[in-house]
């Protein structure tokens, strides 16, 4: 999962990507760039690290020009490193950068069929494919559209790409099923391709509309914009988005994530609706919206009982286990007054692991909870997820292979409630891809691809 952003026509653009990418950052952690075009010029920053600590003022005074793209990573395929780092370039008779949100689930195949043709990669992330097929195709015909039908028909799985064409304009591609967001906004003469509408509220743009599944658009320099989807398919837009990684104040489909996420919360409440509950709380920062409906259909208190080291990155995109285990440790504190004696309700926004849910527990315990219903806004988590989730091997999913009971008892609550698939569809109203709930994946994986994913995994862990 990543955050992509592409501005054209903006003096201050360097300032609006930067900005831009600090509204993404909840999206990744492991790395951040920025290119920028002047003219036919292209300038290129980019580092391992947070946005802010990379794009200091000395940093984003050298990129030039009025049209660029940025990314914040979260990496899923390829290790973290400042090569691997978006944005990508490539110069053949044009300069052209890009970035994505998403997974390529061909990718090994890609990278062989590339090979035999004399191309070979410089870096282990799957927008390296997308640039070659891209990129080759434009240079010959300088036809943004059948440049971007190559990609759409050769590429598979989801991919929300963002790119420019130094001195020829801004272009934006949606893979055929919308699994990850993609939004346009406007703002006077200056266009904009993002992530997340939150960004068009940080910058001022107005919301436009979300790019379509299989959509291609091509923004020139002189703001003539040509468009086309090319190639759509069943629409499935990943679930977690609305669960877990969006902001609350952002749109996806035109669906409210707030919205979504006070749905759930009223879901949840039904499940528990006679059960003796003293207090509320929420698993910050994701699950508030949910567990303030949960305290509010069943009339009961609403605490912060649980309070979030604010310096501490989320858990769940921390590369390896290890590292996820001892930030845990560290990232939530707790509010004993609120937490003694009382019959707790703890909402959170999805177990994956286990491993967070289950010190949350122990230290419910060790406050003095004299019962802990445990609850989770998404339904257990049991398959792998090849889409640009992290989650890409079934042993690392407590409910791979345990029941709900099992899992139960290995966090230790009393109670736990989850939410189902058809609860979802309810509370999100979108056509969703659910495959790490039930298997259905809307893009099947070669056997060959499903190792590719296992092995990268497990090199960089």
Not at 65 to 71: D, E, F, L, P, V
Not at 352 to 369: C, D, N
Not at 421 to 437: G, H, N, P, T
């Amino acid at each position: 999962m990543c955050g992509v952003i592409g501005i054209i026509n903006d003096k201050d653009v360097s300032v609006k990507l930067a900005y831009g990418l600090l509204s993404l950052q909840h999206r990744g952690q492991d790395a951040a760039g920025v290119a920028t075009c002047e003219d036919d010029a292209l300038t290129l920053i980019k580092d391992i690290g947070l946005v802010r600590d990379i794009f200091t003022e000395e940093n984003v005074s050298k990129l030039k020009g009025n049209m660029g793209i940025g990314q914040t990573r979260y990496s899923t395929i390829g290790s973290p490193s400042k090569n691997n780092s978006h944005p990508l370039t490539i110069n053949t008779s044009q300069k052209i950068a890009v970035v994505h949100n998403g997974n390529v689930t061909n990718y090994g195949s890609l990278k062989e069929e590339l090979a035999e043709d004399g191309i070979f990669f410089g870096t282990t992330v799957d927008l390296e494919p997308i640039m070659h097929i891209f990129a080759r195709h434009y240079d010959k015909t300088e036809n943004f559209l059948d440049s971007a039908e190559k990609v759409l028909n050769n590429v598979e799985g989801a991919y929300s790409i963002t790119g420019v064409i130094a001195g020829r304009g801004l272009f934006a591609i949606r893979d055929k099923n919308g699994i990850r967001p993609l939004v346009m906004g406007k703002k006077d003469d200056s266009y904009i391709f993002t992530s997340e509408t939150i960004v068009l509220q940080t910058l001022g743009y107005e919301f436009i509309r979300d790019v379509e599944p299989g959509e291609a658009i091509f923004i020139d320099t002189d703001l003539n914009i040509e468009r086309k989807v090319i190639k759509q398919e069943k629409r499935a837009h990943c679930m977690f988005e609305w669960v877990y990684f969006a902001r609350p104040e952002s749109m996806i489909e035109e669906r409210a994530v707030y919205k979504a996420r006070l749905a759930l919360g009223a879901i949840l409440a039904d499940k528990v609706r006679g059960e003796n509950i003293d207090v509320v709380i929420p698993v910050p920062d994701t699950a508030r919206t949910c567990a303030v409906k949960v305290a509010e259909e069943l009339g009961v208190d609403y605490r912060e009982g649980l309070v979030k080291n604010r310096y501490i990155g989320r858990t769940f995109i921390t590369p390896s286990q290890k590292a996820r285990d001892y930030l845990v440790n560290i990232k939530l504190n707790f509010v004993t007054s609120v937490i003694k004696d009382k019959n707790v309700a703890v909402v959170d926004d999805s177990i994956v692991r286990g491993t967070t849910s289950k010190m949350i527990v122990t230290k419910l315990r060790e406050a003095g909870a004299k019962k802990i219903i445990f609850m989770s806004s998404c339904p257990p988590v049991k398959h792998a997820c090849y889409y640009g989730i992290d989650m890409s091997t079934e042993d690392e999913l407590i409910a791979s292979g345990k029941t709900i009971e099992e899992i139960r008892d290995y966090i230790g609550a009393d109670e736990l409630v989850y939410t189902t698939v058809e609860d979802l569809q309810k509370a999100i109203r979108r056509d969703l891809c659910v495959a790490c709930l039930n298997k259905e994946y809307v893009v099947p994986l070669s056997e060959k691809d499903r190792e590719f994913f296992e092995n990268d995994k497990q090199e960089r862990c």
